[in-house]
């Protein structure tokens, strides 16, 4: 016959004794207090084979993780990264197509081939969450997403983004020289990452576009 | 009177997620990794048969999309467990309607199950289950969650949206009730 223990303190400390959740002190007094209870060790008796009761089949760790969102920061990179090759890139196809500040503009007004560019520009969200978007940090593990904004023809007109930067408001021209130099420092790190798919460079802007769930990747 | 709560988690839990937020994705494996099981135990303890491995990430999936409103007054694993069961809760209702029976009282997500009695090896074990049916199932619920868990009463009381004294109450009695089926049987 199973009788309760009169120390109900201590019967509140078995379930964490079981579980190894208790601390040192309070493992220890538990310890001391089974030498002489032959309750409370019936009890424990019962918890353990409650614990083995409700054991469930191993679950899958990578899989799930596998199915994770991106960390709001690495999206914001990649879309950050991602903004800045379409600008180093657009820049790039303006001073070899045409070499002035009104062609630069004109080629933000989306017109039939260049719509892909385009969509650079009316990106608010994009903006947004860069002006907010603190100092850029030193270099974390890069992240997989940020590898697809890698594109083949960036690196070229990279040099010549820092000087024309200014022309473009929003974003980028928020940040400071410094940051510049840390995002492009960062950019160029990219240069050797292949790119899984060169020509769906755009597609990280998608999940940066405020979504009705109240996504998690704007702040 | 939090008595035997888990000592570790608040803190780490609240720095990994720190590091995710910072772009650290191996963060993110480490929060699985850390309360994963106890997820699937509970789910499992709730009657689940299949679907287990889904219900959990969708658990952490629907976590991580809204760990922004996370807020550090509980525990990350208590709020995990409170989104699962919230999921069980659904799909038990979902059950309900397609059976065509009477409305699942609100807040008594645990049912009989017998699930897993292939993986319980032992007698006593196997003993403990059955007296569990013997139990309501809020009873059962907190039973389960400070057991197999070691949740503290005021996790639990989050959790089932009942208080820390009267989580005591329900958890002492299901142990007696457990012990008396035990001695019986
Ligand atoms: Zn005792």
């Known amino acids: 016959m199973m009788h309760d223990c009169a120390d109900g303190q201590m019967r509140d400390l078995l379930p964490g004794y079981v579980n190894k959740t208790l601390s040192a002190e309070d493992h220890a007094a538990v310890d001391n207090h089974l030498a002489t209870c032959d309750d409370c060790v019936a009890e424990i008796e019962v918890i353990e084979a409650a614990v083995r009761a409700f054991a469930a089949p191993q679950v899958n760790i990578a899989k799930i993780v596998k199915a994770l969102p991106a960390t709001p920061r690495s999206a914001k990179r990649s879309m950050f990264a991602g903004t800045a090759w379409r600008v180093a890139a657009a820049i790039g196809v303006v001073l070899i197509g045409a070499g002035s500040v009104f062609a630069l503009r004109g080629f933000f007004v989306p017109a039939g081939t260049q719509t892909q560019t385009a969509a650079v520009a009316p990106a608010p969200a994009a903006s947004a969450t860069l002006a907010t978007t603190e100092p850029v940090a030193p270099p974390a593990p890069v992240a997989a997403p940020i590898a697809t904004a890698a594109t083949t023809n960036a690196p070229a007109a990279s040099s010549k983004h820092r000087g024309t930067t200014i022309s473009f408001g929003g974003g980028l021209s928020d940040l400071s020289d410094a940051q510049l130099d840390a995002l492009m420092s960062e950019l160029d790190a990219l240069d050797s990452i292949p790119s899984a798919e060169p020509e769906t460079h755009l597609t990280p802007i998608v999940p940066m576009i405020p979504q009705a769930d109240g996504g998690h990747h704007a702040q | ?185």
């Open chain 2, 1 to 185: 009177m939090d008595v035997g709560g888990r000592q570790d988690d608040g803190s780490a839990d609240i720095a990994l997620i720190e590091r995710w937020k910072g772009g650290d994705q191996r963060a993110a494996a480490e929060i699985v990794q850390r309360h994963a099981q106890a997820l699937a135990r509970f789910a499992a303890s709730s009657g689940e048969r299949e679907e287990i491995d889904e219900l959990v990430q969708d658990t952490f999936v629907r976590a991580f999309n809204s760990l922004d409103s996370f807020r550090a007054d509980s525990t990350l694993r208590t709020w995990l467990f409170t989104i699962l069961r919230r999921l069980l809760l659904d799909r038990k209702r979902a059950e309900k309607r397609r059976r065509n029976q009477v409305e699942l009282d609100e807040g008594h997500a645990v049912e009989a199950y017998d699930a897993l009695d292939t993986l319980v090896a032992d007698e006593t074990a196997i003993q403990v289950r059955r007296a569990m049916e013997r139990l309501s199932p809020l009873q059962k619920e907190v039973f389960v969650l400070r057991v197999t868990e070691g949740m503290a009463y005021g996790e639990i009381a989050k959790l089932v949206g009942s208080t820390e004294g009267a989580c005591r109450v329900h958890y002492h009695n299901a142990m007696r009730s457990v012990k008396e089926f035990l001695d019986d049987a």
